[in-house]
């Protein structure tokens, strides 16, 4: 819904000035000889951006989906975004026909006031764009490029099954340490604090702004672009100031680990890094440096984010379903043993494990609503028209939870993944599509994997007094509800499954 609590006073006078404006392309859009995809009834001016909650948002939409079909159109305030549940659509759009579907829609907030249009996420298909591609395909495109950088995921596994040992009630905090220690050590060669890390808590910060700023509509200025060309010292223009002070969080996300390493590699300090390889690159040059500090932000935030999100989603799914765990638990035994950590050269022999985390990462859909699109010209797809300057919004919690392709599909069933010809792999809808699949997607996996792996072997999770009872995904459940949904705290009892277990972690303090 619309958060009038972010609107100031100049907003709010401009807003009347602007509704007229929108209103009158709202109501006379040319539609040529085909309808707009089918949608909920509108309110003049406003559209359904009253309907439209600021969480869980993806639950509205497949309420609306089972009314109206695959293809919704949403309007919020004069601007149309038409959300997609059909898998087959939304692959002849994003990847049939990537060459047109493309673009990212330009959000001014999080974009041009904010800034975050300098990682790959939001960045237009320019040269830097590809620059950006480049060199991420040169250091870790593939799993023989990432084998060199295996070792550090291994340590920064290892360390983090050690600090759940110490601090089993912090379990939250591990897994957000572990994910943004791992991301700075391969994206800077940054080795992190023990216990508290001023670089580990920036990149907390820019991704709680950047999931804050992700949802359209926070600010008015999202709809009505200009106002960003209102001075910051206008009475009213409080999203200015705010935009100014997570533009400050983002600039010093991507400048102070790169330069920490720039210095580093000229004092002969420097460690093996994503940043230090490029820098050392017999083609680096001064020309290329916004390019790479760039893109190395983009491997820091996104990469910390992602993984402790799934990672603390599968331990959760785990505590509630204590038979998969036990299963899974028992296949590591039998393949790995009690005496050794596993490690990748285990992951083919570990089918049940690996269903586990696809399962997880299907029940627990940790980016429900898939990265947008916009349309540059008029289309007809699927009969229906689609204006230039629309919002293609694929819907992954819907495509992931659709009993047609995933029976029973708010129950875990890892199962489903071991039949001969198995349901659409889960990592595709959430890593994205085309062009735009997100760079870091054999590193997020590899990461996940190992952690999810190591816990099953050395933990036994189990309720405890407060623990949830079951995986509700509604407002009131365990999910907290963002657009990169992580799940909320919870309580739970962790203790090592057996002596061996607890003697093998207890080791790891010899190695670190």
């Known amino acids: 819904m619309l958060n009038f609590s972010s609107v100031g006073a100049l907003e709010v006078i401009l807003l009347i000035t602007c509704i007229g404006i929108s209103y009158y392309g709202y109501s006379s859009s040319k539609r040529g000889g085909s309808p707009l995809p089918p949608g909920p009834k509108k309110v003049p001016l406003f559209g359904n951006k009253l309907d439209v909650p600021l969480t869980f948002q993806w639950l509205k939409y497949s309420e609306w989906h089972k009314k109206y079909g695959p293809m919704i159109t949403v309007n919020m305030m004069g601007l149309n975004i038409i959300v997609i549940s059909s898998q087959k659509i939304v692959q002849d759009l994003l990847e049939k026909r990537h060459t047109q579907y493309s673009e990212r829609p330009r959000f001014p907030m999080i974009t041009d006031l904010v800034g975050w249009d300098q990682t790959t996420v939001f960045m237009p298909i320019d040269s830097l764009w590809k620059e950006h ?12 490029t990432m084998a060199k950088f295996f070792s550090m995921e291994v340590f920064e596994a290892r360390r983090f099954m050690r600090n759940i040992l110490r601090e089993k009630d912090k379990l939250e905090d591990h897994v957000r340490y572990w994910a943004g220690s ?6 800077y060669g940054y080795e992190t604090k023990v216990g ?4 580990v808590e920036l990149v907390d ?17 999202d709809f009505f672009p200009i106002l960003k060309y209102v001075p910051a010292w206008v009475p009213g223009a409080t999203f200015q100031r705010k935009a100014a002070f997570y533009r400050k969080t983002l600039t010093d996300m991507i400048n102070i680990p790169f330069e920490m390493a720039q210095k580093q590699l000229k004092a002969g300090t420097a460690k093996p890094s994503f940043t230090t390889d490029l820098l050392s690159a017999d083609d680096y040059n001064s020309q290329k440096e916004y390019a790479l500090k760039t893109s190395a932000a983009t491997i820091y935030a996104g990469g910390a984010d992602t993984t402790a999100g799934q990672t603390h989603g599968f331990i959760l799914i785990m505590m509630l379903w204590p038979e998969a765990c036990k299963k899974a638990q028992a296949e590591i035994d039998r393949v790995i043993g009690p005496d050794r950590l596993p490690d990748y050269n285990d992951r083919e022999n570990l089918p049940f494990v690996e269903a586990c985390i696809k399962e997880a990462m299907r029940l627990h859909t940790f980016v429900p609503l898939g990265a947008t699109r916009i349309a ?24 992931l939870h659709d009993p047609d392709t995933y029976p029973n599909p708010f129950n875990f069933i890892p199962e489903r993944w071991l039949v001969e010809n198995p349901p659409p792999q889960t990592r595709e809808m959430m890593f994205g599509f085309g062009r735009r699949m997100c760079p870091g997607m054999v590193l997020a996996d590899a990461s996940v994997w190992l952690a ?26 365990v999910l907290d ?17 057996n002596a061996k277990a607890e003697a093998l972690i207890l080791s790891i303090d ?3």
């Open 133 to 144: 591609r480049k060199n991420f395909s040169r250091l870790f495109g593939t799993k023989t």
């Open 481 to 497: 509800g963002q657009n990169l949904c992580h799940p909320k705290p919870f309580k739970s009892n962790i203790t090592p499954r």
């Open 452 to 477: 999810a792996t190591m816990f099953l072997a050395l933990f036994d999770i189990k309720p405890t007094d407060g623990s949830p009872k079951k995986f509700d995904q509604g407002p009131d459940g």
């Open 196 to 199: 508290h890390d001023d670089l």
């Open 510 to 512: 010899h190695e670190l």
């Open 205 to 221: 910060e820019a991704m709680d702004q950047f999931t804050f700023l992700s949802k359209p509509g926070r600010y008015l200025v």
């Open 182 to 187: 791992l991301s700075l050590k391969i994206a």
């Open 376 to 399: 540059p010209k008029d289309d007809v797809v699927n009969g229906y028209f689609i204006p230039a300057g629309t919002i293609i919004q694929p819907h992954a919690w819907q495509m």
